[in-house]
């Protein structure tokens, strides 16, 4: 079956952010005597919404936040995206070759997610084809946002491809009815990535046209 589109995750597929991002959370979560470390954000709290986060961190560890912990969060991250934030290794050409019609999908807020495009030269390549968890009820792993995005850009759920890094963000993707690749080439995920058996793996953007190719070919996933 022919792609119409393929729907990218931002951080960790796009932007190479997520080690940034769970620097900045470890830190302020250390400054409240809330101790947790790279692996425990990896598992716990990748790929979701940061108010998501937020309300895992008071339910687990039964403390408050300061009431202007986000926006703390938000602005220090960004700070921080000025001068390390990169794509991911190897994508600018990729993304660029693409005929395919492409968009995002992420769960974070729409100013980082537009500040990151900017960051990366990236804004122009996308457009208003970018599409967050603000605008629907559930964010991933319920299917909401990647039925959105391709609603939004007119194609049906079938002819679309995921590209994810997280696992909410993988059973999202399935949830929506579409194929979905699993990227693990992003910082965050070297040497500490777990197979995840449904979907097929990638860790180096030089293999997504075959990649691309074979799933447009009618190729199955494992």
């Known amino acids: 079956m022919q792609l119409d589109l393929v729907i990218f995750d931002c951080d960790g597929v796009i932007a190479d952010s997520e080690v940034l991002s769970a620097t900045v959370l470890i830190e302020q ?25 937020a309300g895992m961190i ?36 990729i993304l660029s070759s693409l005929t395919v019609p492409v968009c995002i999908a992420s769960s974070s807020s729409p100013p980082r997610v537009a500040r ?10 996308f457009g208003g084809n970018v599409f967050t968890a603000s605008q629907v009820a559930l964010g991933k792993p319920a299917p909401d946002l990647f039925l959105f ?38 910082s965050h995920l ?11 793996s990638f860790d180096n953007w030089s293999e997504f046209p075959q990649l691309l190719l074979d799933l447009g070919q009618g190729a199955e996933q494992p």
Do not use: C, K, N, W
Request: charged share 25%; hydrophobic share 40%.
């Open 29 to 53: 979560l250390a400054a409240l005597v809330i101790d947790v470390s790279p692996g425990y954000v990896r598992q716990y709290f990748l790929g979701r919404s940061f108010p998501t986060v």
């Open 58 to 93: 008071r339910d687990r560890f039964r403390r408050p936040l300061p009431d202007d912990f986000e926006a703390q969060y938000r602005r220090r991250l960004l700070e921080r995206y000025e001068t390390e934030l990169h794509p991911t290794p190897g994508l600018l050409p």
């Open 116 to 125: 990151t495009l900017q960051i990366l030269g990236l804004a122009g390549r």
């Open 149 to 186: 995005a391709a609603d939004s850009m007119g194609v049906s759920p079938a002819r679309a491809l995921v590209v994810e890094d997280s696992r909410p963000g993988i059973d999202a993707g399935l949830a929506a009815g579409m194929r979905v690749l699993h990227f693990t080439g992003g």
């Open 190 to 200: 070297r040497g500490a990535s777990d197979p995840v058996a449904d979907v097929r």
